[in-house]
């Protein structure tokens, strides 16, 4: 799979990208730049800082876009042994998007397992990441 497509915004030491499913909508994760990367308290100074930066940056651009209620962070690394962070946006109530409801069945619950068969139109996706894409672009 072509992840670069799902990139949404490359920091210095970071990439965000807009996460393949979006049964969580604004779901997205930070990926390190550094190739030997893997373990989150292992991270240099300047990791470490635009780290924090960009996820409050992310999470302020989520709020505008989608309110979510909370927020998920999940580094575990297991499937892909390399340094990155979801974020998951969690919802008590549906929200609608494009046309397109989205409702966390989880809500209160652990964010596993959802439906990985929830799909939406590649234009709604882009959407969705362009609009990211922006906010993050804004100063804040």
């Known amino acids: 799979m072509d992840w670069e497509k799902n ?9 965000v990208y807009l996460y393949h499913s979006q049964y969580y909508l604004g779901r997205v994760y930070l990926w390190a730049k550094r190739e030997d990367a893997l373990d ?9 800082r635009e ?14 876009l989608f309110n979510p209620d909370l927020y998920n962070y999940i ?15 969690r919802y008590q109530g549906k929200r609608t ?10 809500w209160g619950k652990i ?3 959802y439906d990985t068969e929830f799909k939406i139109p590649d234009n709604t ?9 922006k906010s993050l672009e804004d100063e804040k």
């Open 7 to 15: 990139l949404i915004k490359e920091f210095e030491h970071w990439k």
């Open 40 to 48: 989150l308290f292992e991270i240099s100074e300047g990791e470490k």
């Open 51 to 64: 780290y924090f930066v960009i996820g409050k940056r992310v999470k302020e651009a989520l709020d505008e």
């Open 75 to 89: 580094t575990m690394n297991n499937e892909t042994p390399h340094l990155h962070t979801h974020i998951i946006p």
């Open 97 to 106: 998007f494009d046309g397109i409801e989205f409702e966390d069945k989880r």
């Open 111 to 113: 964010y596993v397992p």
């Open 125 to 133: 996706f882009n959407k969705i990441r362009t609009l990211l894409s």
